[in-house]
């Protein structure tokens, strides 16, 4: 199923985790991605979505649901380098890439 791959903050230094997004992001992913963000619930979190081509709707309500924690809890979470597909995918669906992220992190290094 889903094999994101996630590098594990290191809190001394204040780098945040990181998770590289599936490149095909089917609803099988969607589980898997919810276990990984559990995970470092609480903790700063880069998504990198550079290498998306494609994202079902339940993988974005999971990147939804947990941009809404994140902002709840005030922790950063942020999409970095998102895909062309990636995007298109958000637009599709009338979302924009600011919900998927905390409020104070909503642009893109």
Do not use: K, Y
């Not at 809190?11 to 995970?39: D, F």
């Amino acid at each position: 199923m889903g094999t994101e791959t996630a590098q594990t903050a290191d809190p001394a230094s204040g780098t945040p985790s990181r998770i590289q997004l599936e490149a095909r992001m089917s609803v099988q992913h969607a589980p898997a991605l919810l276990e990984s963000l559990q995970a470092l619930r609480g903790e700063p979190v880069d998504l990198d979505a550079s290498g998306v081509i494609a994202v079902s709707t339940p993988c974005l309500q999971v990147l939804l649901a947990a941009g809404e924690d994140w902002r709840d809890t005030g922790h950063r979470l942020r999409i970095i380098d998102p895909s062309t597909d990636f995007l298109m995918a958000l637009d599709h669906l009338g979302i924009s890439l600011d919900a998927l992220q905390s409020r104070e992190n909503t642009t893109c290094p």
